[in-house]
C-alpha cells in the first residue's frame, strides 16, 4: 500500500534562510504527488503538485519541489523563507485506479520562523 | 465564490449524541470527501463520494456515515459520539469523479470535542 513519510516533525528556520522540507513515499507505479499548507486555525491549501514530466515543479508563494524516483521522494524548498510561511506543510499522494483511497498524506511538518 | 463551506465551526458533544456535520461546495465539483485530523497523525480518509449518489469507506470509517444528499452537499453524521472522535474535521472536494489526481480543495474544517 501506498504510504508518505515527513521525517521532520518540526523545524525552525531563520528568516531570509533558506527551506527543505522532506517527502518519501512509497508507491510501486509514477505517483501523483501533492504539497499542502496549512495556516493555523485553517483549510488546507495546495501549493503544488507533479504528475508527470519535468521533475522540477514549481507552485505558489515561491515554492518548489524536485521529484526523484530513484530516491522516492518529493522535497519541498524555497530559497527564502518569510516569517508568513510559518505553518503546517503535508506532503500527500494520490494513487489512480485504487479503490478505497483519496489522498494518503504524510503527519506534516510544522515549520517555525524565527527572525 | 465560496469555495468549501462547513458548519458549524465548532461543536462541544457528550459521550452518546448524536451531531451532523454539514459540507457544501459551489464549484459543480464530483467528488467530495470527509478526512479527520488528529495531532501528530496527519488527515486520514473518513469516507468519500466519488460522484453524485455514491458513497464509499476511507481509511478510518467506523462510527461514521455519509450523505451525498445532491451534488452539492455531503454531510458527516455521529450518531452516537464517543471522545476518540474529538477532532479536526475537513470537508474536500475534487473536480474529476473519484479522481485521486486531482487538485483537493478544503473547507475551513469544524473543531470537534466530545466530553
Known amino acids: 500500500a501506498q504510504s508518505v513519510t515527513q521525517p521532520d516533525i518540526h523545524i525552525t528556520v531563520s528568516e531570509g534562510a533558506s527551506l527543505e522540507l522532506r517527502c518519501n513515499y512509497s508507491?510501486?507505479?509514477?505517483?501523483?504527488l501533492f504539497w499542502y499548507v496549512q495556516s493555523p486555525g485553517q483549510g488546507l491549501q495546495l501549493l503544488l503538485k507533479?504528475?508527470?514530466?519535468?521533475?522540477l515543479v514549481q507552485g505558489i508563494k515561491g515554492f518548489e519541489a524536485e521529484f526523484k524516483r530513484s530516491q522516492s521522494s518529493f522535497n519541498l524548498r524555497k530559497p527564502s523563507v518569510h516569517w508568513s510561511d510559518a505553518a503546517e506543510y503535508f506532503c500527500?499522494?494520490?494513487?489512480?485506479?485504487?479503490?478505497?483511497?483519496?489522498?494518503?498524506f504524510g503527519k506534516g511538518t510544522t515549520l517555525s520562523v524565527s527572525s | 465564490n465560496a469555495g468549501v463551506t462547513q458548519t458549524p465551526k465548532f461543536q462541544v458533544l457528550k459521550t452518546g449524541q448524536s451531531m451532523t456535520l454539514q459540507c457544501a461546495q459551489d464549484?459543480?465539483?464530483?467528488?467530495m470527501y470527509w478526512y479527520r485530523q488528529d495531532p501528530g497523525m496527519g488527515l486520514r480518509l473518513i469516507y468519500y463520494?466519488?460522484?453524485?449518489?455514491?458513497?464509499d469507506k476511507g481509511e478510518v470509517p467506523n462510527g461514521y456515515n455519509v450523505s451525498r444528499l445532491n451534488k452539492r452537499e455531503f454531510s458527516l453524521r455521529l450518531e452516537s459520539a464517543a471522545p476518540s472522535q474529538t477532532s479536526v474535521y475537513f470537508c474536500?472536494?475534487?473536480?474529476?469523479?473519484?479522481?485521486?489526481?486531482?487538485?483537493?480543495?478544503f473547507g475551513p474544517g469544524t473543531r470537534l470535542t466530545v466530553l
Open positions: 508507491y510501486g507505479a509514477t505517483p501523483y
Open positions: 464549484m459543480n465539483h464530483n467528488s
Open positions: 463520494s466519488a460522484s453524485e449518489g455514491t458513497t
Open positions: 500527500a499522494v494520490g494513487a489512480p485506479n485504487q479503490a478505497g483511497t483519496a489522498l494518503i
Open positions: 507533479y504528475f508527470s514530466g519535468d521533475t
Open positions: 474536500a472536494s475534487s473536480e474529476a469523479p473519484g479522481g485521486v489526481t486531482d487538485t483537493q480543495y
